[in-house]
């Protein structure tokens, strides 16, 4: 059902030939990893959140139970779950529970709303949908009420929490029942079936999803996990939203658990509780975006904690300042390690090895020995290294198309099966990479992508606005802020615009920090609105 293959084009034959002949691709289920590892070492601490600690064997038996418990509600292997969960042990024993089962996580963000979960529920045609009851001060039991009176397909929904006055959602607490009952029948997926749904950071107007398969995921999670050396004695502090590739499968929990090491969990991003955490658990490995770098540095002056255990901090999602980068590893006395990464796949990391001025001023390399790395000119022609130009790529984890967007295959991939990244960068001749810009319509603010067409067609619908363009303009703590450029017979205003895009049930991060009034937009040779002249104007 899920994995019908009309739903996303796969790897050719003859590399999925190659890939498992290479060892890239084994036999392996994601729902697997924790029985496999309850066998090797029972006792040994798999995940920690708050007060709750469980051991691989304990992970294992709530996964079981917990897949028994999905069973007997109804979910059936291949079908579409979205989980919009925040940082509790929930989501991981949930994501768990669903591969057991051989049913396929959506990821959402916990800052989503209608607009982004209804395009998730009507798209995959979603079975279910798992919410916290309520989080940042926002009631999540009403959305689903709403998405569920919308979509007749999702019936199911799950509420880590209190249900609240809805009598037919699910409290997560019982899926357990008493803990004995039989879990669910063993996944009967193929290692190549869709394993998952990563929401694209998206260039085209509606959020596109990436169909990632269980062997392609497992390859990306072990071989991260090598080069940042994790082993049974890693203690991995999840900072960034888990359902975040970077921090699930680059290598983070995925990488760590594969690895027999301990996943810690932070309920929020404050330095504050990542460095109590790391002293009190033992933390070697982490990962943050570049604007939590300089809280990172001023909490550690001011407070002093003692990151003796901390040996690596990944720094990814977004450019980290090659100045700032130099101060890790001083300051905090780790090993900077930069990630250059997207869900779509390719993964760049420095090495533990790489010379100091690699590490603080390149964005790493590929991977994998299998990642096909092209850097091309206006023209669509190679640049020799050392030049700009956009970064295009094929390989072992990289799709080769979005879910159910077959329209998207020429403006997103080349006629041999390449990924058009969008990003610019330079390439050194060995083989890092330097992310120097961008040629996607997108705004990466802190790590948050924000897709500009998107917010453009809502900020159309908008009575007062007759023409509107949202671009990238630099900010010193978010390294881009977002500016809507609007042509408009009123005044609207930052806070009115905001409101307004919320009554639509837009994520509130992807609202414009900045509105401005113009007269008329500037226009290009051929008649598009001039985003470099907008620009310039800031
Ligand atoms: C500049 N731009 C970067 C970096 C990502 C690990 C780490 C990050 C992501 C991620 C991820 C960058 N310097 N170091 O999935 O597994 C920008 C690029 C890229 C886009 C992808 C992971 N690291 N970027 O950020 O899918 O523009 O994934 O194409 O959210 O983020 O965004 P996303």
Not at 75 to 91: S, T
Not at 108 to 131: D, F, K, N, Q
Not at 482 to 498: M, W
Request: a neutral charge.
């Amino acid at each position: 059902p899920g994995g019908a293959p009309a739903d996303w084009p796969g790897w050719p034959a003859e590399d999925v030939q190659r890939y498992r002949a290479a060892g890239y691709w084994r036999d392996e289920l994601l729902g697997d990893i924790p029985a496999h590892q309850a066998a090797e070492r029972p006792h040994a601490p798999a995940l920690v959140d708050g007060e709750r600690r469980w051991t691989y064997a304990e992970l294992d038996r709530d996964i079981q139970a917990l897949s028994g418990g999905l069973h007997r509600l109804g979910f059936r292997p291949g079908d579409r779950v979205i989980l919009q969960l925040p940082n509790k042990a929930e989501f991981v024993l949930l994501w768990f529970a669903l591969h057991r089962l051989g049913a396929v996580p959506v990821h959402a963000m916990p800052g989503h709303r209608r607009s982004e979960i209804g395009h998730l529920a009507r798209l995959t045609e979603a079975a279910g949908y798992v919410v916290p009851d309520r989080h940042a001060r926002f009631d999540h039991r009403e959305l689903a009420a709403e998405i569920r009176e919308n979509h007749r397909t999702l019936q199911r929904v799950i509420v880590v929490g209190d249900p609240g006055g809805h009598p037919d959602f699910i409290p997560f607490d019982t899926l357990y029942g008493d803990g004995t009952g039989p879990a669910a029948p063993p996944s009967p997926r193929d290692p190549g079936d869709l394993a998952l749904l990563l929401l694209s950071g998206g260039t085209t107007g509606t959020p596109k999803l990436i169909p990632r398969t269980h062997h392609d995921y497992a390859y990306n999670a072990r071989t991260a996990a090598g080069i940042c050396r994790l082993g049974p004695d890693t203690v991995y502090l999840a900072v960034l939203p888990l359902a975040f590739n970077f921090t699930l499968a680059c290598p983070g929990i995925l990488g760590t658990l594969m690895s027999g090491g301990t996943v810690v969990i932070a309920p929020n991003p404050d330095p504050l509780t990542a460095f109590g955490l790391i002293e009190r658990e033992g933390v070697t490995h982490t990962a943050v975006n570049p604007p939590l770098v300089p809280y990172w540095l001023s909490e550690h002056r001011a407070h002093r904690p003692d990151l003796a255990t901390l040996q690596l901090l990944q720094v990814g999602a977004a450019r980290l300042p090659d100045d700032l980068a130099r101060r890790i590893g001083p300051e905090l006395g780790c090993r900077l390690q930069q990630v250059f990464g997207m869900a779509e796949g390719l993964l760049n990391l420095t090495s533990p090895d790489d010379p100091e001025e690699i590490v603080c001023t390149t964005q790493g390399r590929p991977i994998s020995p299998a990642d096909e790395i092209r850097v091309t000119g206006p023209d669509g022609r190679p640049v020799p290294d050392g030049h700009t130009g956009e970064l295009l790529t094929r390989g072992p984890y990289t799709l080769r198309g979005y879910y159910r967007s077959p329209g998207h295959a020429a403006t997103h991939f080349t006629d041999d099966g390449f990924y058009r990244t969008g990003d610019l960068v330079r390439r050194l001749p060995t083989g890092h990479l330097k992310v120097v810009g961008r040629v996607k319509d997108q705004i990466n603010r802190g790590g948050e992508k924000i897709d500009a067409t998107e917010v453009e067609d809502h900020l159309l619908a908008h009575p007062g606005v007759l023409q509107a363009a949202v671009v990238a303009v630099p900010d010193p703590a978010l390294g881009e802020r977002s500016v809507a450029f609007l042509v408009s017979d009123g005044a609207p205003t930052v806070r009115g615009i905001a409101a307004f895009l919320r009554d639509r049930g837009l994520a509130a991060y992807k609202a414009p920090d900045r509105v401005r009034l113009i007269d008329r937009m500037p226009l290009t040779a051929v008649g598009k609105i001039d985003k470099n002249a907008l620009r310039a104007l800031v």
